[in-house]
């Protein structure tokens, strides 16, 4: 993709841009450029950045740019926020949920310093996200032959947001049957089912 990015590098105001960048820490005011253009001259401007996130004032124009990003790179991701009218219940349920989870699947996964870029929208800064850390202490491993406390295993999926069902049908959910546990991960468009055998 370098080819749709060596262009800029020719013209003497991409020059004088990167060389602010690099000069300066703060907020870097760019002017003149159009729609069409936006994309490419960010794309540009953020090599060399392990982490950027791409903020719009609306979930159209977020959605749009992330369709355009995805042209030039393939490692984005595109973080929705809630619906501020109903922001308690959201109403489109774990769908929501799902996308921000791999959003942040992807941050807590990446590996060494590839870089990873999350275009959202102002919206999405009213949610309350944990650290780094927090959220990859919080994961739950299971391995083969490993003995489980069958009960926590079930209080700490509900403490993570899931919620017990008779039978999964969507992500988010877990059933118990017995010694079968089936879960729905929300970053997964499969259920899993762990079997457990007594000793």
């Known amino acids: ?65 992330y369709e355009e990003w995805r042209v030039l790179e393939e490692n984005v991701w595109f973080y929705p926020a809630r619906d501020l009218l109903f922001y308690h219940a959201d109403i489109k349920g774990a769908f929501l949920t799902g996308k921000r989870m791999e959003v942040l699947r992807a941050i807590v996964e990446k590996k060494g310093r590839e870089a990873i870029t999350v275009v959202t929208t102002m919206d999405a800064f009213l949610d309350g996200l944990p650290s780094k850390e927090e959220l990859y202490g919080n994961r739950i491993k299971i391995h083969a032959e490993e003995a489980l406390d069958f009960q926590k295993l079930q209080e700490n999926l509900s403490i993570l947001g899931y919620e017990r069902e ?23 468009e499969n259920p899993v089912r762990i079997e457990l055998w007594g000793r």
């Open 1 to 65: 993709m370098q080819a749709f990015l060596e262009p800029l590098k020719e013209l003497a105001d991409y020059q004088e841009i990167v060389s602010s960048r690099r000069k300066k820490t703060g907020f870097l005011q760019i002017a003149g450029c159009v729609n069409s253009q936006k994309i490419h001259l960010a794309k540009a401007l953020s090599d060399g950045f392990e982490y950027r996130v791409i903020v719009f004032s609306s979930e159209e124009k977020a959605k749009q740019a």
């Open 166 to 188: 008779n039978q999964v049908e969507s992500p988010g959910q877990f059933a118990v049957r017995g010694g079968i546990l089936d879960v729905f991960p929300l970053t997964e």
